[in-house]
């Protein structure tokens, strides 16, 4: 497998990673088209929250964040700047790894549990995205996750164990707070809504020399209930909004968090899951580490009652299984219309 991670510094782009210029992203890093729009930073008060008028406070703003853009970021957190530079340390140590250290992971199979690939999730053939990748379960860290993971470099495994209970102690908070947020009750995302095993994608996009005609990771939806996503102080990230792409812009220490699929039909359609991409710069190496909370494959999706109404705002979405969506989003090519449709009631 070609990985980027193994080629010394690229000084021009190969042609299998040049896009069609109607594919290219018309919005560059630099660009300045979209200082006027920028996503909201909430303030979680780590420690605090048990202040009823506060929690109210960040519930609401969560809640006018996620309906206006789909995507915010949030500081003071809880998450030691510790953990996730050690984490993010080990992460970068393990792309560093001498080639034939990490051949024994390269694999396009999707049933492996930790997989170093590049470009997507297929390798068909079509123009390749100026990225590698690292997906895997990351936790709890049960026997049968563990037994995946590498024993190189020696930090990954203790700093990764650190920073998923971090991770996953946030994500609960915020799925709390949303959930009060909603009028719903506290406890609704506890259960079988977030208690998969979380998935994580660490992306690595290697300084580009022509980042113009280069994309870092196709426009996409991500496909579970909720993301919270770390990538430092290196740009990359951009969210479509009202038919535009906004720049994600780095803030020192923040999680950038957005809602997958679930979350949308869930809520009955209040926290959409909003497109997103990446694209590359030709200064920095650029590592994003991305932790998906996931239902139980089991786990009965369906818009939650509290948010439906059979006269003024019907179901927008059928009931299914989890592992029903999974299959239909592989299907549907990560297409968001694509694969909504699949569980969409149209009401005429
Ligand atoms: O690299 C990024 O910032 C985006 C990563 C992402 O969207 C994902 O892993 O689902
Ligand atoms: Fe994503």
Redesign the pocket.
Known sequence: MELLCNAPAHATVPDRYVFPPEKRAALQLNDDATSDVTLPIIDLHHGTLSDNRRRIQVAAEIIAAGKEYGFFQVVNHGVGDDAVQAFRDAAAGFFALPAEEKLPYCSYDMSKRFRLATSTSYDRGETRYWRDYVKFRCYPPSDDNVRCWPSRPASFVPRLVEYCEAVHGLAQTLLALIAEGLGLDKGFFAGDLSGGDTHM?L?YYPPCPDPTVTM??LAHC?RHLL?V?S?ADVA??QARHGGRWLLVRPVPGAFVINFGHQMEIVTNGVLASVE?R?VTNSVAVRM?V?THVHPTDGCLIRPAPELVDEEANPAKYREFMFSEFMEAYDAADASREGVLEFFKIHHD
């Open positions: 994608s992306n870092g990771l991500d993301t996503l990538q990359g990230l997103h990446a994003s991305a």
